[in-house]
């Protein structure tokens, strides 16, 4: 008896995946990178879907981000070019891989991060805020109080540590009572729809909501999380000219008018 | 936001149309590209498979293992930000998504070739045909009929994975839609959805319609049935 000649042995598969990988490799290494031509012209890349950091109304990319970059930027010998808008989890990736210059996304400086990319000087510090719907009869005053019920946030963001660690980790709250969504807008119609009690967002975000939605912020947790832009780890020549310019633009009048403009009387 | 006092919600998507409108280019765009490159590799790829002997059998083989065994997402972000086939997302997805659909479309050929009664090559051999020629006059335009249900299949799984371009920043239908809930009205994330939903249908159905219109127009009558 022979074999079936359809099967691939366990050998060939193994030989073809090694030989696709190689052939990956060195085609990896002849892509070159990609980027301006021009030496101070760059591109950055954010992830619409947070507002009011960056978000798209009417087709068009707006938020404190998209001011405050600009506005940082204009005070360095640089030029943006434009923007590139991707997933927030492919930002890291897009950014060592050259397709963009600078993260402008709400990014929180944090050590995992820190090993594969760099951040500027923090622009932005954002506490996380417990909300609530505004006309139940639950208004937990601490973490401990979420104990038992259903809590919310959006995946891999900060509010989605905090209930994994302060949590999930602690025993006060079992995995199945924590819900991850794909965005925060998504965990707040749950919220709505009483699907879960309690959404865990970061502080700014949930201001707005709050403005918009029969929604209210029952108390917020300080986490001192602060905002970076994020680079290249080899690019420190313009790390260093965001920082200075970034703290031109904090020194002036400049930052005050943007927090004003989007996050209201703060 | 401020700006935008808030609209009932169906009013919001209405306004939205134009939006929505270029996310359907590119989905549409994306999708014939996609299918396209997929015919042209899967088709060949497919006849490889039941004609092809010895080492380009093999290879042909072998890609079509590890390409139908690899996510999408996978194929996509290692053409993009591994190897950089393109610059351009649009380029890199439509690869990714050729790539993948060729090793699918290589399959749905490879069944209709062989679901070709034998008996007819072998008829087509004795009337003096060389085997090329046989495979082409006769085996190929009954084999190419055999397709069609499942090239349906294919074209709506091309056509609703477009969405996973926003992985590299190509911006589609269903982002353009999940850009409107997010940043604009927060409370239309459910009209939005619909919208979009049934504009994937309106699309669907009628590519499915335009095929079958295809297969009975070049029915075989009084052919025999597949």
């Known amino acids: ?266 | 936001m401020h700006a935008f006092p808030l609209q009932s919600d169906w009013a919001f998507v209405l306004g939205s149309l134009d939006l929505l409108f270029e996310g359907l280019v590119v989905t549409v765009a994306l999708t014939a590209a996609s299918i396209a490159l997929g015919f042209l590799l899967g088709f060949p790829a497919g006849a490889v498979e039941v004609y092809g002997r010895g080492p380009l059998a093999r290879v042909v083989e072998t890609a079509g293992v590890v390409l139908r065994g690899t996510p999408l997402l996978v194929i996509i972000i290692i053409l993009f930000f591994v190897v950089s086939v393109s610059s351009s997302a649009f380029v890199t997805a439509a690869v990714a998504l050729g790539l993948r659909s060729g090793a699918y479309q290589s399959q749905i050929f490879r069944g209709a070739l062989q679901s070709v009664d034998e008996g007819q090559l072998e008829a087509a051999r004795s009337i003096g045909m060389g085997r090329l020629q046989a495979i082409r006059h006769v085996v190929v335009p009954q084999a190419l009929r055999r397709s069609v249900p499942g090239f349906q299949n294919e074209f709506t799984i091309v056509l609703k994975d477009t969405s996973i371009a926003i992985v590299i920043g190509l911006g589609e239908l269903l982002t353009v839609g999940q850009n409107l809930y997010q940043g604009g009205q927060s409370t239309a994330a459910l009209e939005i959805f619909l919208t979009v939903s049934l504009i994937y249908f309106v699309l669907t159905f009628t590519t499915n319609r335009t095929l079958d219109y295809v297969d009975d127009y070049f029915t075989i009558p009084g052919g025999e049935q597949a």
């Open chain 1, 1 to 266: 008896m022979r074999m079936s000649e359809n099967r691939t042995s366990r050998r060939e598969y193994l030989t073809a995946v090694g030989g696709t990988a190689v052939t990956l490799s060195i085609a990896g290494c002849m892509g070159g990178g990609g980027g301006g031509s021009d030496e101070n012209e760059i591109v950055a890349g954010t992830a619409p879907g947070f507002p009011p950091f960056e978000m798209k109304q009417e087709g068009e990319l707006v938020g404190f981000d998209i001011d405050l970059l600009e506005a940082v930027v204009d005070e360095t010998e640089y030029t943006l070019t434009g923007w590139k808008e991707f997933e927030f989890k492919s930002l890291i990736p897009a950014l060592t891989n050259d397709n963009i210059d600078v993260v402008a996304a709400g990014m929180t400086i944090n050590d995992e991060r820190d090993q594969t990319i760099d951040f500027t000087d923090p622009y932005y510090s954002s506490n996380q805020a417990i909300v609530v719907r505004a006309d139940g009869d639950f208004s937990p005053g601490s973490l401990s109080d979420l104990s038992g019920h259903a809590v919310g946030a959006q995946k891999g963001t900060t509010g989605e540590s905090v209930v994994q660690e302060q949590l999930i980790d602690g025993g006060s709250l079992s995995a199945d009572n924590y819900n991850s969504y794909g965005n925060y807008v998504l965990a707040v119609e749950d919220l709505q729809n009483g699907n879960i009690d309690a959404v865990v967002i970061d502080q700014p975000v949930a201001e707005t909501f709050a403005a918009q939605r029969p929604v209210a912020i029952a108390f917020t947790y300080e986490t001192g999380e602060n905002f970076g832009f994020g680079v290249r780890e080899d690019d420190d020549e313009f790390t260093e000219a965001l920082n200075s310019g970034l703290a031109a633009v904090q020194d002036g009048s400049t930052y005050q008018d943007l927090t004003n403009k989007w996050f209201g009387q703060q």
